[in-house]
C-alpha cells in the first residue's frame, strides 16, 4: 500500500502564493504517476495538475501559467508551486498517487484565498 501526507496548505490574500507538498511512503516502486486534485465546498473533485514517473505533466486550463508541479525523486515528494491565487482556488487539495490498476489520496490539505 501507498500512503500520502501532505503540507502546506493555509490562508492567502488573491494574488499571493503557496507551495504544497506530499510525501509518498510504502510500496512506491509501483507508482505511475502522481498528482493533485481539488475539491470545493458542494463541487465534485476536479484534477488540477499530474506528473508521471517520466516527468511528462498536465494541467487543469484554469491553473496552467500559474502553477507548476514537479518531483523529488531522493524524498519521494511531489510539489505543487501556486502563483497568483484567485479566490475560486480555495478549496481541499489532495494529494493523488496511481499505480497500474489503483488511485491512492492523502487527507488533504486546506488551501483558502480571500479577496
Known amino acids: 500500500q501507498v500512503q500520502l501526507v501532505e503540507s502546506g496548505g493555509g490562508l492567502v490574500q488573491a494574488g499571493g502564493s503557496l507551495r504544497l507538498s506530499c510525501a509518498a511512503s510504502?510500496?512506491?516502486?509501483?507508482?505511475?504517476?502522481m498528482g493533485w486534485y481539488r475539491q470545493a465546498p458542494g463541487k465534485p473533485r476536479e484534477l488540477v495538475a499530474t506528473?508521471?514517473?517520466?516527468?511528462?505533466?498536465n494541467y487543469a486550463d484554469s491553473v496552467k501559467s500559474r502553477f507548476t508541479i514537479s518531483r523529488d525523486n531522493a524524498k519521494n515528494t511531489v510539489s505543487l508551486q501556486m502563483n497568483s491565487l484567485k479566490p475560486e482556488d480555495t478549496a481541499v487539495y489532495l494529494c493523488?498517487?496511481?499505480?497500474?490498476?489503483?488511485?491512492?489520496w492523502g487527507q488533504g490539505t486546506q488551501v483558502t484565498v480571500s479577496s
Open positions: 493523488n498517487a496511481q499505480t497500474q490498476f489503483v488511485y491512492y
Open positions: 510504502g510500496n512506491i516502486f509501483s507508482l505511475r504517476a
Open positions: 506528473i508521471t514517473s517520466g516527468g511528462s505533466t
